[in-house]
Protein backbone atom coordinates (compact mmCIF):
# COMPACT_ATOMS: atom_id res chain seq x y z
CA UNK A 1 0.00 0.00 0.00
CA UNK A 2 3.11 1.84 1.10
CA UNK A 3 4.32 1.66 -2.27
CA UNK A 4 1.67 2.10 -4.37
CA UNK A 5 0.57 5.63 -2.21
CA UNK A 6 3.93 6.60 -3.35
CA UNK A 7 3.48 6.01 -6.84
CA UNK A 8 0.53 8.43 -6.81
CA UNK A 9 2.93 10.93 -6.59
CA UNK A 10 5.46 10.16 -9.91
CA UNK A 11 5.46 9.96 -13.43
CA UNK A 12 6.55 7.51 -15.82
CA UNK A 13 9.62 8.29 -17.03
CA UNK A 14 9.76 4.96 -19.48
CA UNK A 15 7.98 2.28 -20.26
CA UNK A 16 8.51 0.54 -16.77
CA UNK A 17 9.95 2.92 -14.72
CA UNK A 18 8.77 5.42 -12.66
CA UNK A 19 9.64 8.49 -10.76
CA UNK A 20 8.11 9.68 -7.37
CA UNK A 21 9.16 13.21 -7.16
CA UNK A 22 6.28 14.55 -5.10
CA UNK A 23 3.88 16.06 -7.83
CA UNK A 24 0.30 16.19 -7.41
CA UNK A 25 -0.40 16.48 -11.03
CA UNK A 26 -2.58 12.98 -11.10
CA UNK A 27 -4.45 13.87 -8.37
CA UNK A 28 -5.57 16.89 -10.22
CA UNK A 29 -6.20 14.84 -13.32
CA UNK A 30 -8.77 12.77 -11.43
CA UNK A 31 -10.54 15.74 -10.52
CA UNK A 32 -11.55 16.13 -14.24
CA UNK A 33 -14.83 16.52 -15.29
CA UNK A 34 -14.51 12.62 -16.94
CA UNK A 35 -12.97 11.09 -14.24
CA UNK A 36 -15.10 13.18 -11.73
CA UNK A 37 -18.11 12.46 -13.08
CA UNK A 38 -17.34 8.46 -13.61
CA UNK A 39 -16.55 8.88 -9.51
CA UNK A 40 -19.69 10.40 -8.97
CA UNK A 41 -21.95 7.73 -10.91
CA UNK A 42 -19.75 5.60 -8.66
CA UNK A 43 -21.68 6.65 -5.82
CA UNK A 44 -24.58 6.78 -6.68
CA UNK A 45 -24.57 2.98 -8.10
CA UNK A 46 -23.03 2.01 -5.06
CA UNK A 47 -25.48 3.73 -2.83
CA UNK A 48 -28.48 2.86 -4.33
CA UNK A 49 -27.16 -0.59 -4.18
CA UNK A 50 -26.25 -0.35 -0.58
CA UNK A 51 -30.14 1.11 0.12
CA UNK A 52 -31.44 -2.26 -1.89
CA UNK A 53 -29.21 -4.86 0.17
CA UNK A 54 -30.52 -1.90 3.63
CA UNK A 55 -34.50 -2.60 2.32
CA UNK A 56 -33.78 -6.42 1.69
CA UNK A 57 -31.98 -7.29 4.12
CA UNK A 58 -33.10 -5.75 7.20
CA UNK A 59 -36.51 -7.75 7.06
CA UNK A 60 -34.34 -10.93 6.64
CA UNK A 61 -32.58 -10.41 9.73
CA UNK A 62 -35.10 -9.48 11.68
CA UNK A 63 -36.93 -12.68 10.44
CA UNK A 64 -33.83 -14.32 11.35
CA UNK A 65 -33.26 -13.30 14.97
CA UNK A 66 -37.13 -13.57 15.34
CA UNK A 67 -36.78 -17.19 14.57
CA UNK A 68 -36.92 -20.11 16.91
CA UNK A 69 -33.37 -21.08 18.02
CA UNK A 70 -33.43 -24.56 16.03
CA UNK A 71 -33.83 -22.47 12.88
CA UNK A 72 -31.11 -19.69 13.73
CA UNK A 73 -27.66 -21.56 12.54
CA UNK A 74 -29.75 -22.74 9.58
CA UNK A 75 -30.88 -19.63 8.46
CA UNK A 76 -27.49 -18.00 8.76
CA UNK A 77 -25.88 -20.78 6.89
CA UNK A 78 -28.63 -19.48 3.83
CA UNK A 79 -27.39 -16.43 4.05
CA UNK A 80 -23.47 -17.21 4.45
CA UNK A 81 -23.54 -20.43 1.38
CA UNK A 82 -22.89 -17.46 -1.66
CA UNK A 83 -19.63 -16.78 0.30
CA UNK A 84 -18.40 -20.56 0.01
CA UNK A 85 -18.81 -20.12 -4.27
CA UNK A 86 -16.11 -18.04 -6.22
CA UNK A 87 -17.54 -14.73 -6.86
CA UNK A 88 -16.44 -15.44 -10.92
CA UNK A 89 -18.58 -18.22 -11.12
CA UNK A 90 -21.36 -16.55 -8.91
CA UNK A 91 -21.16 -13.80 -11.81
CA UNK A 92 -21.23 -16.05 -14.36
CA UNK A 93 -24.27 -17.35 -13.12
CA UNK A 94 -25.75 -14.22 -13.08
CA UNK A 95 -25.25 -14.24 -16.82
CA UNK A 96 -26.48 -17.28 -17.62
CA UNK A 97 -30.06 -16.33 -15.62
CA UNK A 98 -29.87 -12.73 -17.36
CA UNK A 99 -29.03 -12.73 -20.84
CA UNK A 100 -31.54 -12.51 -23.88
CA UNK A 101 -31.18 -16.65 -23.95
CA UNK A 102 -31.11 -16.67 -20.06
CA UNK A 103 -33.81 -18.60 -17.60
CA UNK A 104 -35.41 -14.93 -17.17
CA UNK A 105 -36.35 -14.84 -20.98
CA UNK A 106 -36.58 -18.17 -21.90
CA UNK A 107 -38.89 -18.61 -18.53
CA UNK A 108 -41.03 -15.69 -20.02
CA UNK A 109 -41.20 -16.44 -23.86
CA UNK A 110 -41.92 -19.85 -22.90
CA UNK A 111 -45.06 -18.10 -20.70
CA UNK A 112 -45.85 -16.00 -23.95
CA UNK A 113 -45.74 -19.00 -26.22
CA UNK A 114 -49.07 -20.32 -24.04
CA UNK A 115 -50.58 -17.56 -25.24
CA UNK A 116 -49.87 -17.26 -29.61
CA UNK A 117 -47.70 -13.95 -28.60
CA UNK A 118 -44.09 -13.02 -30.20
CA UNK A 119 -42.08 -12.43 -27.55
CA UNK A 120 -39.34 -9.55 -27.41
CA UNK A 121 -35.94 -11.15 -25.16
CA UNK A 122 -35.65 -8.04 -22.34
CA UNK A 123 -32.73 -6.20 -22.38
CA UNK A 124 -31.46 -7.34 -18.64
CA UNK A 125 -27.61 -7.71 -19.47
CA UNK A 126 -25.44 -5.01 -20.40
CA UNK A 127 -26.75 -2.08 -18.51
CA UNK A 128 -27.07 -0.28 -14.88
CA UNK A 129 -29.84 -2.83 -14.07
CA UNK A 130 -27.69 -5.65 -14.45
CA UNK A 131 -24.69 -4.05 -12.52
CA UNK A 132 -27.13 -2.63 -9.92
CA UNK A 133 -28.74 -6.12 -9.69
CA UNK A 134 -25.56 -8.11 -9.35
CA UNK A 135 -23.98 -5.59 -6.79
CA UNK A 136 -26.96 -6.45 -4.68
CA UNK A 137 -26.80 -9.98 -4.86
CA UNK A 138 -22.98 -9.89 -3.98
CA UNK A 139 -23.46 -8.09 -1.15
CA UNK A 140 -26.59 -8.46 0.40
CA UNK A 141 -24.78 -11.24 3.05
CA UNK A 142 -22.63 -8.00 4.13
CA UNK A 143 -25.78 -6.10 5.30
CA UNK A 144 -27.38 -9.11 6.79
CA UNK A 145 -24.71 -10.35 9.22
CA UNK A 146 -24.09 -6.42 10.97
CA UNK A 147 -27.81 -6.16 11.01
CA UNK A 148 -28.51 -9.73 12.63
CA UNK A 149 -26.16 -9.25 15.17
CA UNK A 150 -27.78 -6.06 16.29
CA UNK A 151 -31.26 -6.92 16.01
CA UNK A 152 -30.39 -10.49 18.09
CA UNK A 153 -28.86 -8.51 21.05
CA UNK A 154 -32.23 -6.13 21.41
CA UNK A 155 -33.87 -6.39 24.94
CA UNK A 156 -37.30 -8.14 23.59
CA UNK A 157 -39.37 -6.59 26.32
CA UNK A 158 -38.83 -3.50 24.91
CA UNK A 159 -40.61 -4.69 21.88
CA UNK A 160 -43.75 -6.61 23.81
CA UNK A 161 -43.90 -3.25 26.44
CA UNK A 162 -44.54 -1.32 23.29
CA UNK A 163 -47.14 -3.58 21.97
CA UNK A 164 -48.98 -3.76 25.19
CA UNK A 165 -49.49 -0.14 25.20
CA UNK A 166 -51.02 -0.35 21.75
CA UNK A 167 -48.23 0.37 19.38
CA UNK A 168 -48.80 -1.99 16.09
CA UNK A 169 -46.25 -3.91 14.54
CA UNK A 170 -45.79 -1.19 12.17
CA UNK A 171 -45.04 1.64 14.66
CA UNK A 172 -42.79 -0.59 16.82
CA UNK A 173 -40.24 -1.27 14.56
CA UNK A 174 -40.18 2.52 13.38
CA UNK A 175 -40.37 3.48 16.47
CA UNK A 176 -38.59 0.91 18.93
CA UNK A 177 -36.44 -1.79 16.35
CA UNK A 178 -35.10 0.57 14.24
CA UNK A 179 -33.25 3.24 16.68
CA UNK A 180 -32.15 0.42 18.93
CA UNK A 181 -30.65 -1.39 15.73
CA UNK A 182 -29.03 2.09 14.29
CA UNK A 183 -25.49 1.14 15.46
CA UNK A 184 -26.06 -2.18 13.33
CA UNK A 185 -27.34 -0.27 10.38
CA UNK A 186 -24.46 2.42 10.48
CA UNK A 187 -21.84 -0.77 10.11
CA UNK A 188 -24.30 -2.85 7.29
CA UNK A 189 -24.14 0.54 5.33
CA UNK A 190 -20.37 1.36 5.72
CA UNK A 191 -19.31 -2.43 5.03
CA UNK A 192 -21.88 -3.26 1.96
CA UNK A 193 -21.06 0.55 0.44
CA UNK A 194 -17.09 0.38 0.50
CA UNK A 195 -16.72 -2.98 -1.25
CA UNK A 196 -19.83 -2.12 -3.84
CA UNK A 197 -18.42 1.75 -4.33
CA UNK A 198 -14.79 -0.62 -5.86
CA UNK A 199 -16.54 -2.91 -7.28
CA UNK A 200 -14.69 -4.38 -10.61
CA UNK A 201 -15.75 -7.74 -11.88
CA UNK A 202 -19.79 -7.19 -11.51
CA UNK A 203 -19.92 -4.22 -13.94
CA UNK A 204 -17.30 -5.26 -15.68
CA UNK A 205 -19.12 -8.55 -16.78
CA UNK A 206 -22.52 -7.06 -16.32
CA UNK A 207 -22.37 -3.86 -17.26
CA UNK A 208 -22.12 -2.61 -20.76
CA UNK A 209 -20.00 0.34 -22.04
CA UNK A 210 -21.97 3.18 -19.90
CA UNK A 211 -22.20 1.02 -16.80
CA UNK A 212 -18.43 1.62 -16.07
CA UNK A 213 -17.46 2.30 -12.44
CA UNK A 214 -14.42 4.18 -10.98
CA UNK A 215 -12.53 0.52 -10.31
CA UNK A 216 -12.87 -0.71 -13.95
CA UNK A 217 -10.79 2.95 -14.85
CA UNK A 218 -8.47 2.03 -12.48
CA UNK A 219 -8.04 -1.00 -13.85
CA UNK A 220 -7.45 0.15 -17.25
CA UNK A 221 -4.71 2.51 -15.88
CA UNK A 222 -2.60 -0.02 -14.64
CA UNK A 223 -3.05 -2.94 -17.30
CA UNK A 224 -3.95 -1.14 -20.94
CA UNK A 225 -2.83 1.92 -20.21
CA UNK A 226 -0.01 1.60 -18.26
CA UNK A 227 -0.07 4.68 -16.37
CA UNK A 228 0.34 3.44 -12.80
CA UNK A 229 0.68 6.97 -11.26
CA UNK A 230 -2.97 8.04 -12.51
CA UNK A 231 -4.13 4.63 -11.60
CA UNK A 232 -2.64 4.70 -7.75
CA UNK A 233 -3.74 8.55 -7.66
CA UNK A 234 -7.65 7.02 -8.20
CA UNK A 235 -7.30 4.35 -5.77
CA UNK A 236 -5.91 6.60 -3.04
CA UNK A 237 -9.06 8.67 -3.71
CA UNK A 238 -11.55 5.86 -3.08
CA UNK A 239 -9.09 5.24 -0.03
CA UNK A 240 -9.21 8.75 1.23
CA UNK A 241 -12.93 9.02 0.94
CA UNK A 242 -12.80 5.44 2.61
CA UNK A 243 -11.38 6.65 5.65
CA UNK A 244 -13.50 9.89 5.71
CA UNK A 245 -16.84 7.39 5.91
CA UNK A 246 -15.21 5.45 8.62
CA UNK A 247 -14.52 8.63 10.69
CA UNK A 248 -17.74 9.70 10.29
CA UNK A 249 -19.17 6.40 11.26
CA UNK A 250 -17.15 6.64 14.12
CA UNK A 251 -18.26 10.36 15.19
CA UNK A 252 -21.77 9.01 14.72
CA UNK A 253 -21.60 6.07 17.28
CA UNK A 254 -19.85 8.08 20.15
CA UNK A 255 -22.23 10.75 19.51
CA UNK A 256 -25.29 7.53 20.11
CA UNK A 257 -23.21 6.31 22.89
Known sequence: MAVVWGYSFGSNVGIADIDISGTFL?????????????????????ALATFLCLVIGFPVAMAISFAPPGWKPWLLLAVMLPFWTNLLIRTYALIAILRDEGLVNSGLNWAWGLFGADFTPLPLMNNNFAVILGLVYVHLPFMVLPLYAALDKLDRSLIEASLDLGAGHLRTVFTVILPLALPGILSGLLITFIPALGSYLTPDLL????????????????????????GAALAFLLMYLTFIAVAVQSLVERRAK
Open 26 to 46: NYARALEPLYLGILVKSFAVA
Open 207 to 230: GGPDSQMIANIIERQFKRANDWPF
